[in-house]
């Protein structure tokens, strides 16, 4: 049985922690909380993951530790080495399109100018995995996206992120036990 593949977007290295930006890596980092797992490096997969298995459904939880223009790298390197199916890929990333303390799933559909999942279309050869996209906001002007999206953000920012980061774990077994219609109703409640 192919297990779940949950990718958590992000820009490695300490510059980048708490950005909006890693609201993917926040995601895996929270989720390794919740269900106590560790992760650990793997760098042929430019990756730190983990094994888990949660509801008898075997998950890998990974963090790509290569740049987020780079993840679809490390995506196709995971979903070869695990034989994970298109539709058990869960990808975790901040959505410009979002208001900041919305979270929203989606399956399948465009990148919306997303450089991480420009990167995984292109590796992948698929748009067709599911994704958890956390709202950051915009900054309003295009050309303060690539500064804007690497910065932290105000306290109450941060607290939406988690309150999202909350919202999509509990929902997320929802997910993996393909009951795609009533992650959507719980989070949308």
Known sequence: MSPFLLVGLGNPGSRYANTRHNAGTDFVLEA?????????????LKSLLSEVLIQEKSVIFAIPNIF????????RLLKNKFNVKTENIIVVHDDLDLKS????????????????????????????????????????????????????GKKEEKIDRLNCIDK???????IIQDNWEQALNNLNK
Do not use: C, W
């Open 68 to 75: 987020m223009n780079h993840s679809g790298v490390s995506l």
């Open 32 to 44: 390794k909380k919740k269900y106590a797992f560790e992760l650990k490096e793997n760098k042929i």
């Open 101 to 152: 303390g919305i979270i929203k799933l989606k399956s399948g559909g465009g990148h919306g100018g997303h450089n991480g999942l420009k990167s995984i279309f292109e590796h992948l050869e698929t748009q067709d995995f599911k994704r958890i996209r956390i709202g950051i906001d915009h900054p309003g002007d295009k050309k303060k996206v690539n500064k804007y999206v690497i910065q932290k």
């Open 168 to 174: 999509g774990l509990s929902i997320f077994e929802f």
